[in-house]
């Protein structure tokens, strides 16, 4: 049996983080988020990649990804974004 | 690479992974990365061709390009 139409929703996560906050607290709550939207229903999550910026803590994607895969069973993860100019095709 | 590790995600997550990439939004991380922010955007243009490339060729695919 095939489930009927309906929309879909998502949550692009901007890995943002009080600057001074416990990193590895940081990016344990971000994943224990995931959880909870694969818990609720959530269909996908996207989670982006940045360097610079001292509250955005995520830098590789793919690896909060491969993580959050372990932890979930429904939601699609996204990579929102991978930047291009700074990697090898 | 980022062919190379979508695919082994979309083994890892049985499916469940999404690819999006971009050109980098935040000027402070091309000027970390030592990068002029105006070529970003062709950067992303011709790495995303060679990853298509890469995703849908069966023969293996030779590229000169002059960043990677």
């Known amino acids: ?89 | 690479m980022v062919a190379n590790w979508m695919v082994q995600l979309d083994h890892m997550t049985h499916g469940r992974v999404m690819m999006g990439v971009g050109p980098g939004a935040l000027p402070s991380d091309a000027y970390m990365m030592g990068i002029d922010h105006t070529v970003q955007r062709p950067r992303m243009d011709e790495a995303l061709g060679v990853i298509l490339r890469l995703f849908t060729e069966t023969e293996p695919i030779t590229y000169k390009s002059d960043w990677f």
């Open chain 1, 1 to 89: 049996m095939s489930l009927p139409e309906r929309m879909k929703f998502g949550v692009f996560m901007g890995p943002f983080h009080r600057v001074g906050e416990n990193p590895t607290l940081a990016i344990d709550r971000d994943l224990e988020l995931v959880q909870w939207l694969d818990y609720l229903g959530f269909d996908e999550a996207w989670i982006g990649e940045h360097h610079s910026a001292g509250w955005e803590i995520i830098s590789s994607p793919e690896i909060f990804i491969a993580a959050a895969a372990e932890r979930t069973r429904h939601i699609k993860l996204g990579t929102g974004v991978i930047s291009l100019p700074t990697t090898i095709p």
